[in-house]
């Protein structure tokens, strides 16, 4: 069994070492980690906010390009299409190629 003696005496060594050695060197001030901490909230937050924008406008986009392909599947579109499927002017084809086909 150890005797409390030694354990005191023990114990005073190893405060006695750990004020010896100082203060940790990257440890802050409780502002300061205080501070770091709501801004990394606040960050969070931000986030969060955009990507709610983000999935907003997706949505909205899909909408419209849904209404977009039901409004080209309509029979006043059909005469723009030839019987391969393939449209009758590519409007992503270079302008120079297209006058030259």
Same mark, same amino acid.
């Given at each position: 069994m150890i005797r409390p003696?030694?354990?005191?005496a023990g114990l005073l060594l190893l405060l006695i070492g750990c004020a010896a050695a100082g203060p940790e060197p990257d440890l802050q001030p409780r502002a300061v980690r205080s501070s770091a901490c709501q801004e990394h909230t606040n960050l969070h937050e931000r986030l969060d906010?955009?990507?709610?924008n983000v999935e907003d406008t997706v949505e909205k986009l899909e909408v419209e390009l849904a209404s977009l392909l039901d409004a080209m599947e309509s029979p006043e579109w059909r005469p723009l299409l030839d019987r391969a499927g393939k449209t009758t002017?590519?409007?992503l084809e270079d302008p120079e190629? /297209?006058? /030259?086909s």
């Open positions: 003696a030694s354990l005191s906010v955009v990507e709610k002017v590519d409007i190629k /297209r006058g /030259r």
